[in-house]
């Protein structure tokens, strides 16, 4: 992988202060499903014909739905932000940005008069032209993660508003799990503009370095795909879940699919413990891997405690009936989940400095990656 020029302190901030923000943004959008007004401003993307309507902080759908808009924005804002810093410093060429933006605009008007195919186009071509002129031009990772995360926020933008123009669940549940990866590119922006970045290697860790990647990579994928069934539950059973019953699914051991709802909250509450039984396994195997005196060798403590939060929570999010805070800490607890197992995949793939541990005579015991 390249040597990365870091793009300074200020824009570090920058990152930092997106993720953040992007953090609030999942948060809000989880409460708005929780509360289920997801549909409570009718319109998009305008607000009842208006940009910013008036007394909507006084009515609590709206100041879920429409203040979840503003933060969405903001964050839109500080991606293109970001872009362009980047774009600037890295042998700009004015016709990209000018052409990058016009398609975005072009794509939402797209979605927005109802022309899904040729929108679903845009976005192929989008990423085919994202990946050929990354390589073409040598990109650094910083450079082809702003990008791809410009071209993120557009298409979720896109989903949000198809969920509210079409009604739709489906619609919903990909702009909600989207969502999560588009925090994890958010992350890895951040990541990837630190100091440590630069450096790579490898320490002894007993095991090879391609069953660490899989590992990583695999935990990552089941993380993830635990988050899509949470999300269809979710967007599925808003309100009130088909069945409380901890240790059986609305008397089920194991529900049939005919039985949807009840099979899809059963397959939640049991992947989530296979979940948890990874997180936990890879958490300890990757403190012999990871430098203990590194910047991240706190991360596999907190992959530790996050899984045992994670099930309580989930056991008392059956138990209160879909409790607003239960729910939603439940919601940041599995981005949090998902966040470090993406941080810890993509450490592992880069061998970074995190997987550096100096010698006693101060030199470095890993080789390079």
Partial sequence: MEQVRQPGAAFRVMTLITVAVGAILVWWGAAVTTRDVGLAVPDWPLSFGSLNPKGWLGIPAFRLEHGHRLLAAGVGLLVLAMYFWIFTKEKPRLVEAVGLVLSGVGYLFLIRTGHLRLGSAFVVWGLIWWGMTWAAQRWTLARAMTTFALMLVIVQASLGGLRVLEMSDPFGIVHGTLGQLFFCVLVLIAIVSSRGWRESGWTNPGIGLRMARGVTTLLFSAVFLQLVVGAVLRHT????LVAHDLLTTAGYGVPPVSEVDAFVLFLH??????????????????????????????????????PLVQVALGVAVIQTGSSFWVTNFHVINGLALLTLSFMLMVI??????????????????????
């Fill in 269 to 306: 509450k049991a992947w989530g413990c296979v979940v948890a039984l990874l997180v936990l396994m890879v958490a300890v195997w990757s403190r012999r891997w990871l430098a203990p005196k590194s910047v991240v060798g706190w991360l596999p403590w907190v992959l530790i405690l996050l």
């Fill in 237 to 240: 059973q808003r309100v009130h």
């Fill in 348 to 369: 592992t793939w880069r061998g970074s400095g995190a997987l550096v541990e100096a010698s006693p005579e101060g030199d470095a015991s890993a080789s390079a990656v």
